[in-house]
């Protein structure tokens, strides 16, 4: 595997956005590049694009982001801020601008979103509607698997991100993930692997060894509830506030969502794990009383069950192979990569995949939280799987 430690490089400090020349000197085969803005960089090697973000409020932190990514071409910025798509998003916030108004959103990450707007000069509208959603059409979302395998002196996350097929190529192209290192004043400082321009948090883990994994359930026929927070943000406020499995459940608790998920919750601190399975109105406590726990994107629970539209049949069916794996493995890096690229039931995402590895195969991640590295999937098309490397990223935290 190929080892980037991008953390060893002095983070610039300007006072204008640049770009800069890589500080070491690295083969031209990997295509370093560099940028600064303010406190915060982002470097792009190869395939790989990893942030750290070093300011001092949500919207400066969000003009960083955003500035960073026009400076370093980030295909999402160039497809945002094109005047079709522009119109396209105008033309959806005004069809259902209204249920918007159903879903609350901390002020302080509506202060990010301004900045990513100001600082690339995306429609406000757009930026939105991209970001909330999630919340409104809910056919589209996050088809997830995770795993966490621990044993005395190692903690193992694997997790794969699927998409619809179609929705993964898009994203694939338009929005490449990002390793984005954040740390806010008055926040925990976390990690999180993510497609750029998104205020929430799908995956990831903070300074004090907590990490989230969430997965949308499928097909679901939840009623949203005016006020309840939006999906993808309770998981960033894990990540920024939660430093024990007691304060997840509390902050879970305290924010119902809008939509059916599952959260992986796993305190390396504790070494304990535990699955919150989540509807607008209730949450469900499942915690791991092994050596592993595996989440994926269907409800056990007996009175969330009947909230699916039919029966979950590929999540079943992927849970089932997920768990006789994880059973047998150990907590190493390889044994969990054999799990997220296995494919045994085939790759088809027809409602869901059946497999970890499928069709829709968007984001495949290990996080080593331990030992303070996440290895990432590089493939260029999907599933990423099994298109490519898992690169190994070391991180400060």
């Not at 694939?172 to 993510?194: N, Q």
Request: net charge positive.
């Amino acid at each position: 595997m190929h080892q980037i430690a991008l953390d060893v490089l002095p983070f610039a400090t300007a006072s204008k956005g640049k770009r800069t020349r890589p500080t070491v000197a690295l083969p031209t085969a990997l295509r370093y590049r560099r940028f600064s803005y303010g406190n915060s960089v982002l470097e792009k090697d190869g395939a790989i694009w990893r942030m750290q973000i070093r300011e001092n409020g949500y919207y400066a932190g969000g003009f960083a982001i955003g500035r960073l990514l026009d400076l370093a071409d980030y295909p999402g910025v160039k497809f945002c801020r094109s005047a079709a798509t522009t119109k396209i998003f105008a033309l959806l916030h005004r069809l259902i601008g209204k249920k918007f108004s159903d879903i609350r959103i901390p002020e302080r990450y509506l202060d990010e979103l301004h900045g990513y707007a100001d600082a690339t000069g995306i429609a406000y509208k757009t930026l939105f509607t991209v970001n909330f959603v999630f919340d409104v059409l809910k056919r589209y979302g996050m088809h997830c698997s995770s795993v966490v395998v621990s044993e005395p002196g190692a903690t193992m996350i694997g997790r794969n991100t699927d998409l619809l097929p179609w929705l993964g190529r898009l994203a694939l192209k338009w929005f490449p993930s990002i390793v984005m290192d954040v740390a806010t004043p008055g926040k925990l400082r976390y990690v999180h692997v993510t497609p750029a321009l998104f205020l929430g948090a799908f995956n990831g883990y903070n300074e004090r060894g907590l990490a989230v994994m969430s997965h949308q359930i499928g097909a679901t026929k939840e009623k949203p509830v005016q006020g309840n927070l939006a999906t993808t943000l309770l998981q960033r406020m894990l990540l920024e506030e939660a430093g024990d499995l007691a304060e997840a459940e509390s902050i879970t608790r305290a924010n119902p969502v809008q939509r059916c998920i599952s959260n992986l919750i796993v305190s390396t601190k504790e070494r304990e794990s535990c699955v919150f399975e989540i509807s607008p109105t209730l949450v469900k406590i499942f915690p791991g009383t092994g050596s592993y726990q595996c989440c994926v994107t269907h409800f056990e629970d007996a009175e969330l069950s009947p909230l699916h539209r039919k029966a979950p049949e590929a999540s079943r069916s992927r849970l089932k192979l997920m768990n006789s794996i994880a059973a047998k493995a150990r907590a190493r890096v390889n044994d969990l990569i054999a799990l997220l690229k296995n494919c045994d039931n085939g790759i088809s995402h027809k409602d869901s995949g059946r497999s970890p590895t499928n069709a829709g195969t968007y984001q495949s991640l290990v996080f080593d939280i331990l030992k303070r590295r996440i290895f990432v999937a590089d493939g260029p098309s999907l599933p990423v799987s099994l298109s490519g490397t898992y690169r190994e990223i070391a991180v400060g935290i």
